[in-house]
């Protein structure tokens, strides 16, 4: 069965870090693209970053240019998403999802109805 756990989420001060982990069960992430997604309230779910089934990101949306990275750990089977200079309005429920596509693909989707498998979520908020 397949399934996706995001974890690491909480209360980080403004000006602070995370690091949100995503377990796949289930998947061969050579063979899927991977992506975090954010969701604040009242507004529509936004990609945040996303990493292709070769482990590559090509297209950084403006808010986590120079301020996220995503990588992988293909024997763990694990997704990061780590950011940095947190603010308030990074505040949210962050997703994990996946879409299967060949191996060795650069490219990864930004569409959030691209993606067939989410997490539950994990909340972040950033406030003082």
């Known amino acids: 069965q397949q399934q996706l756990v995001e974890s690491g989420g909480g209360l980080v001060d403004p000006g602070g870090s995370m690091r949100l982990s995503c377990t796949a069960s289930g998947f061969d992430l050579n063979y899927y693209a991977m992506a975090w997604f954010r969701q604040a309230p009242g507004k529509e779910r936004e990609g945040v970053l996303c990493i292709s089934s070769s482990g590559e990101t090509t297209f950084y949306p403006d808010f986590a240019r120079g301020r996220a990275t995503i990588s992988r750990d293909l024997a763990q089977k694990t997704v990061y998403l780590e950011m940095r200079s947190l603010k308030p309005e990074d505040t949210g429920i962050y997703f994990c999802?996946?879409?299967?596509?060949?191996?060795?693909?650069?490219?990864?989707?930004?569409?959030?109805?691209?993606?067939?498998?989410w997490g539950q979520g994990t909340q972040v908020t950033v406030a003082s």
């Open positions: 999802a996946a879409y299967p596509t060949a191996p060795g693909r650069s490219y990864c989707s930004y569409v959030k109805e691209r993606y067939k498998s």
